[in-house]
Every structure is written in structure tokens, then in C-alpha cells.
């Protein structure tokens, strides 16, 4: 017969189990990439809202793989891709010249001042409709702008040439990931210029067009608190939106 304290020791074991499985789940070049000191400080900060190393597992990010950053903001993915992909990997950071206007009104310095804490990191700065990377890529990931693309503020551009240029960039079984806040089902791109959000379903309609597959989708930044009736900046739910994960590939 167990014994009480065999059984507390079992029970105990089995409530670590989660929490021990799930810090196993990060590959190793995940957790040196965010546990890298070269990070900006600001970019730490925001970890635990973001989530990174789930959310690069999840992705699939490899040492020696090509990247682009689409839509890169201030680069906190860009670095992270830097450290993950290792110095046989290179990152490209597409920064769209459809917003120069907007990076001229912020006084955003494009393309950014080299880092030598990241050297495999180059900028690109063209058209987002003009995506075209100088080598086939294994990944393309945009997280928090794919429903800007819809938006007057950045043409728009033509949503489906974008998504075919996208395909286009990535080698036979490449990765299109695609994050984004969460607007209400049903409401397709109704939110995307006012409260900054999308509908899942509309993206997958529109990147599955240009002959993508979804072959995933991830919880991990999901909120059930978030009514989506607000808009992102609201300080109410800023920072803290619910957010879906779509992982997309180019057939082989």
C-alpha cells in the first residue's frame, strides 16, 4: 500500500509536470535568443505580455533559417530572430516605404542604425506590394500589422498581390505566420482602420488564396476578457488584447 507522504510526493510530481513539460517545449535556441543580455531593456519589459518564446516555438524558428520580419515596428521580433536563427541563420527586416510618412512624422529614423549585437540582421525598404526578398526564405512572420494592410493609411495595397508576393518569397514548405489582434467573428475586416483588429477568418480567406494551407493555430496569446469592442490603444486592454496565431505553409 502507497504510503501518505509517497502520495503527496506522486501528487506533487504530477502538478509539476505542466509547468516542467512546458519550459522543456522551448528549444534551446528560443530561450538563448530571449535570454540574450544584447536585448534593449524596453524589449524585456514587454515579454511577459508577448509572450516570446512560446510564441517562436510555436513558429517553428531553426538555426540557419532565413526570416523576414514583415512590418517590423520597432524590432522586437527582428532581434529575436537575430539570436534564434544563430550565425549560419539571416534575418530580413522589410520595413513597407508605404509608411514613410508616418516614420517621417515620428522622426523614426529608416532603415534603423546597424547594431553589431545583431550583425545578421539587413534592412529592406520598398513598397510592401514589391516584397521580394534577395533569397527564398523558410519563414515570413508579421505579428500585430496584417490588418493595417487594409487600412488608408497604407495605400492600401492590393491584398491578395501582397499574399502572392509573400508566397512567392518562401522556399517549397515555407512558413507565413501571421499574428494579429482578435476582432469579433464575423465582423471581416469592419475594425481593421477604427479599432485595429481583424477577424481570423478573414485573414485565413485571403492568405489561403494565394495557395497557403493552414496547418496550425495557437492559444497562446488568447484573452477571453477582451470584449473586442474597444480599440487596441484603449488603456483598458492595451498590451493585453486577445490575439490569435495563424501558421500558414507553402505546399512542397
Known amino acids: ?7 503527496a510526493a506522486l501528487a506533487a510530481a504530477v502538478i509539476a509536470l505542466p509547468a516542467m513539460a512546458a519550459k522543456e517545449m522551448i528549444p534551446a535556441n528560443i530561450a538563448a535568443a530571449v535570454a540574450d543580455p544584447a536585448r534593449p531593456a524596453a524589449d524585456k519589459t514587454r515579454d511577459a505580455n508577448r509572450k516570446p518564446a512560446e510564441c517562436l516555438a510555436f513558429a517553428g524558428i531553426r538555426p540557419g533559417d532565413r526570416v523576414a520580419d514583415l512590418i517590423p ?3 522586437y ?6 539570436k534564434a536563427v544563430g550565425p549560419k541563420g539571416y534575418v530580413y527586416s522589410y520595413i513597407p516605404s508605404d509608411l514613410d510618412a508616418i516614420y517621417k512624422k515620428h522622426n523614426v529614423t529608416i532603415p534603423p542604425p546597424a547594431d553589431p549585437n545583431f ?3 539587413s534592412y529592406i525598404h520598398a513598397p510592401i506590394a514589391k516584397f521580394v526578398p534577395p533569397e527564398k526564405l523558410d519563414f515570413v512572420w508579421t505579428s500585430q500589422n496584417y490588418h493595417d494592410l487594409h487600412d488608408k493609411f497604407f495605400g492600401p495595397p492590393d491584398i491578395a498581390e ?7 518569397s518562401l522556399k517549397p514548405g515555407g512558413i507565413f505566420i501571421v499574428l494579429d489582434h482578435a476582432a469579433e467573428q464575423g465582423s471581416g475586416l469592419r475594425d481593421t482602420d477604427t479599432l485595429h483588429r481583424i477577424d481570423e477568418a478573414a485573414v485565413k480567406k485571403e492568405v489561403e488564396a494565394a495557395g497557403f494551407k493552414l496547418v496550425a493555430e495557437s492559444t497562446i496569446l488568447r484573452n477571453p476578457a477582451d470584449t473586442h469592442k474597444v480599440a487596441v490603444f484603449d ?3 492595451r498590451a ?3 490575439q490569435f496565431i495563424l501558421k500558414f505553409r507553402k505546399p512542397r
Not at 1 to 7: D, E, S, T
Open 240 to 242: 493585453k488584447t486577445d
Open 1 to 7: 500500500m502507497i504510503g501518505k507522504l509517497a502520495l
Open 119 to 121: 550583425p545578421n540582421i
Open 162 to 168: 501582397v499574399n502572392k508576393a509573400i508566397y512567392d
Open 77 to 82: 521580433f527582428t532581434r529575436l530572430f537575430s
Open 73 to 75: 515596428g520597432t524590432g
Open 235 to 237: 488603456p483598458s486592454i
